[in-house]
């Protein structure tokens, strides 16, 4: 079956310090979100990239969909203690021309040391 | 509060004993999907239904799990003769869906102990 692999599964790193996290999948997705998730509770929809090699910004983070729309990944400038959390990758999966289910990676935690 | 809505928020079971959650989603959303989450996982996808159609169902769950969605508003999951292995936080979130899906809008989820 389809799977979403993310590495690295923990990244620890000083304030201000940059912080990436990339996202692997087995088979080609239609689109891919990015949720995020602090500790005891659930995922909050961070954003969504449609389009093969897409690059999507906010603030301090910044997303990119890979050319072949198998892969992506998300950079934090800068980070700060509010960026405490897990993130997670979550694929499309396609079936009948729609897409119908989310497929989550395995997350990356984000420790933030002041 | 119009995000989605899980409950109960915790559930402590004896093995062998049946018990059922129940979800509100977000009500214009035509979309429902439960998720299961284990400590230190991502979310694993168990079900998803669009309007009051189950949709897709993990091959990976077992019989003992159903879930239904009744007039395609409020959905409830119940799991049959619990198994220590069942422990986990069981997610609902629902989206708008036609064709691309969208935002999905989790729950606070149910906290599953099985002793």
């Known amino acids: 079956g389809q799977q979403v692999m993310q590495i690295p599964q923990y990244q620890h790193v000083q304030e201000g310090e940059d912080f990436t996290t990339y996202c692997n999948s087995s088979?080609?997705?239609?689109?891919i979100q990015w949720y995020k998730q602090r500790p005891g509770g659930h995922p909050v929809f961070l954003i969504q990239l449609v389009k093969s090699g897409e690059v999507k910004k906010q603030k301090r983070l910044t997303f990119q969909f890979g050319e072949a729309k198998k892969n992506s990944s998300l950079h934090i400038t800068a980070t700060q203690t509010t960026d405490v959390g897990t993130y997670f990758c979550a694929g499309g999966s396609s079936y009948g021309g729609a897409t119908n289910k989310l497929i989550f990676g395995t997350g990356t935690l984000l420790a933030v040391q002041p | 509060d119009t995000g989605v809505s899980q409950n109960p928020r915790h559930k402590i079971t004896k093995r062998g004993q049946n018990v059922t959650f129940r979800c509100d989603p977000i009500?214009?959303?035509?979309?429902l999907y439960w998720y299961r989450q284990t400590l230190g996982q991502g979310p694993e996808f168990l079900t998803y239904f669009q309007n009051e159609a189950q949709l897709e169902k993990s091959r990976l769950l077992s019989d003992r799990f159903s879930a239904e969605r009744p007039k395609g508003s409020f959905s409830t999951l119940e799991i049959q003769r619990t198994e220590q292995g069942d422990s986990a936080m069981y997610l609902c979130?629902?989206?708008?869906?036609?064709?691309?899906?969208?935002?999905?809008?989790f729950g606070q989820g149910t906290r599953l102990t099985v002793v």
């Open positions: 009500s214009e959303h035509n979309r």
């Open positions: 979130a629902s989206s708008l869906g036609g064709g691309r899906i969208t935002e999905a809008f």
């Open positions: 088979t080609t997705l239609s689109n």
